[in-house]
């Protein structure tokens, strides 16, 4: 019996340009970094370049350097999970900007987004089971109260566990 692989996955957003100390400890071990919009400054990518790979797309307070760079929408295939990133979305139910009918097109094995500061997880039974993934806020900026990633756990090619990880 062959013993499958597991792969982590580290996903943030809106640092604004902050690089908390506690990124290092938490996204140290992960085989890829997501980062969902408002970075702020190419700096946090550089940042975290050394950890693991880094897929991004730029959110509407990032600049020409992010846009430059990373693409508003990020569709990709890492560890057999097909990802929908981008940074405005809205959240189950509640789909912003064609979101809705495009996710029921074609809807990927888990979908992040970031812009609303609020971590939220779920299952979405009407996407075939997409899991909608926003992994609150890692920065300083903004209304939230706990800055947070998340670690989502990849084995035998499906998204098994979401791990919140609170930074303070």
Known sequence: MTKSKKTIVGILSDTHGYVH????TYLSDV???????DVGTIDVIDALRPLAPVHAVWGNIDGWDIRHEYPEHNVFKFAGV????THIAGKPGSWQRGMGSALKTEPPD??????SHIL???RVKSLKGMLFINPGAAGRQGFHQVK???RLIIEDEKAI???VVHLD
Request: aromatic residues 14%; negative net charge.
């Open 21 to 24: 100390p506690n990124l290092f």
């Open 31 to 37: 085989d890829l970094i997501i980062h969902a919009g």
């Open 82 to 85: 097909r990802f929908w990133v």
């Open 110 to 115: 888990v979908f992040i987004c970031g812009h």
């Open 120 to 122: 939220q997880i779920e």
């Open 148 to 150: 947070t990633l998340v």
């Open 161 to 163: 566990q979401a791990e």
